[in-house]
């Protein structure tokens, strides 16, 4: 996974983090370890020379105009060499860079080029520091365009102690409570395409509150479980596993609702289990949005709160759009079935997808 990180903390430049495993980029894992534990102006000359190649991959536009960027400091992962040639292992190097903004030009956007060399998913993060806002978007293998970002008239007009960082610690846990409210409903909708479709598929077994308020309940309790435990670091699980699984519970679910159309002890279990996965793929969309010391529970609740409101508003809108016919005789044929065989097949989909992007890029 590669991160990009943009802090709009300065009245007419920006601070950018990058963190990415450069064994795609440099196309060897022996290359890239000799470079993270060089030495000497030789070495100095090729960190120049990768961050370059980082820069024209990763590019960052105001309007259509590309922004420079100045390398200002840079680290590599303290891993062994065993590590560094393990292509599972997680060994990202640091960049930070500072790009200028121009008063008058367009909104910012990364666009990445057609075949760049770098480790997919990307997470791409824009901060207003001085407002507390965070925005971050997700561009799967294939994406290449981010949305953009006007920051006309939102630039701080004066330098923020705190480039490139949201520190929730500044925060109360009632000032806390509504922001991660909002992390969580916005990781829903829009956001969250296929947590979506889950919980569509769950409401597509049948439109009963028992059913639907059952399923739900047994699925936040899940997610809320290892979204727990992957944030303290207790336990997590690599996303090239996380994000096919999710995929595949999809598709699953959407079978099922057609093979199987019951609610018992099976399902709910099957639900749960899905569950602690899509827990695990909260936390990876997060692990960039800094959770606090300070009444972590705090925020946590909140967060779980934010998805569960976000869950409800999409059963909202789809009982709005077909509640009314349930209790009809043709409800199950012609709605809830070619609807779960859709849900099933957007997840196989996705499923293979994101496997095939995983195989490749390893």
Do not use: C
């Amino acid at each position: 996974m590669t991160r990009v990180l943009v802090s709009l903390d300065r009245p007419d430049t920006a601070t950018v983090m990058i963190d990415m495993d450069l064994t795609v980029l440099m196309g060897d894992p022996a290359r890239y370890y000799v470079l993270a534990t060089g030495r000497g102006s030789q070495h100095e000359a090729e960190v120049r020379s990768i961050t370059q190649e980082i820069t024209k991959a990763l590019p960052l536009f105001s309007g259509h105009s590309p922004l420079h960027a100045t390398l200002v400091t840079y680290s590599f992962s303290s891993k062994s060499r065993d590590e560094y040639m393990d292509l599972a292992a997680d060994k990202p190097a640091h960049f930070q860079f500072v790009i200028p903004l121009p008063a008058n030009s367009g909104p910012l956007q990364l666009r990445i080029p057609l075949g760049a060399q770098i480790d997919y998913p990307v997470a791409y993060t824009v901060q207003l520091p001085e407002r507390h806002f965070t925005q971050t978007r997700w561009l799967d293998a294939g994406q290449h365009e981010s949305v953009t970002f006007d920051y006309r008239g939102k630039l701080p007009t004066g330098h923020v102690d705190q480039p490139a960082s949201f520190d929730p610690d500044t925060l109360s846990w009632w000032q806390q409570l509504p922001v991660y409210l909002k992390f969580g409903f916005k990781h829903i909708v829009p956001e969250g395409t296929d947590h979506i479709l889950f919980v569509l598929g769950l409401f597509f077994l049948g439109i009963s509150w028992r059913k639907l308020l059952s399923q739900t309940t047994v699925f936040t309790i899940a997610h809320a479980t290892t979204l727990f435990l992957s944030t303290y670091g207790i336990f997590d699980l690599p996303s090239r596993f996380v994000e096919p699984a999710i995929a595949l519970s999809i598709s699953f679910i959407g079978l099922e609702n057609v093979l199987s159309p019951k609610l018992g002890r099976i399902r709910l279990l099957v639900v749960f289990a899905f569950g602690l996965i899509h827990g695990f793929g909260f936390a990876s969309s997060l692990s960039e949005v800094p959770f606090p010391h300070r009444d972590f529970i705090a925020a946590l609740i909140g967060f779980n709160f934010g998805v569960d409101a976000g869950q409800l508003f999409i059963i909202l809108l789809a009982t709005l759009a077909v509640g009314a016919f349930r209790n009809r005789p043709w409800f199950r044929r012609r709605i809830a079935i070619p609807a779960s065989l859709l849900i099933a097949a957007v997840g196989l989909f996705w499923a293979v997808q994101r496997i095939l992007a995983y195989h490749l890029l390893a």
